[in-house]
């Protein structure tokens, strides 16, 4: 698990969406672009929720290891609509990298 720092506050998701999140950030910033995103995090608890940012080249973005990873990161425990979110931002990251 890592924490998606996103202005000052820090969000709880999974490796893969970290990671993926950061590579359609970078794309966008390189691109002078922005776009909303509703990133799948997870509360203290473990329950999944979801927040909606605007990733934009002004603001940062950074991926730390979380506090307290008692969730782990168990790729095949990843929610179907989490993997939705994983292919959706892969999709927008080619499509900016290619100009679209």
Do not use: W
Request: charged content about 20%.
């Amino acid at each position: 698990m890592k924490s998606l720092v996103y202005g000052h506050t820090p969000l709880l998701v999974c490796d893969a969406v970290a990671y993926t999140t950061i590579d359609y950030a970078a794309a966008l910033a390189q691109s002078g672009l922005a776009d909303r995103v509703s990133i799948p995090t997870f509360d203290r608890s473990g329950i999944a929720e979801t927040v909606i940012v605007v990733l934009a080249p002004a603001l940062y973005l950074l991926a730390l290891a979380a506090e307290d990873d008692e969730l782990g990161d168990n790729l095949t425990t990843i929610p179907p609509a989490t993997r939705s979110y994983l292919n959706d931002i892969d999709a927008r990251t080619a499509a900016v990298r290619a100009g679209f």
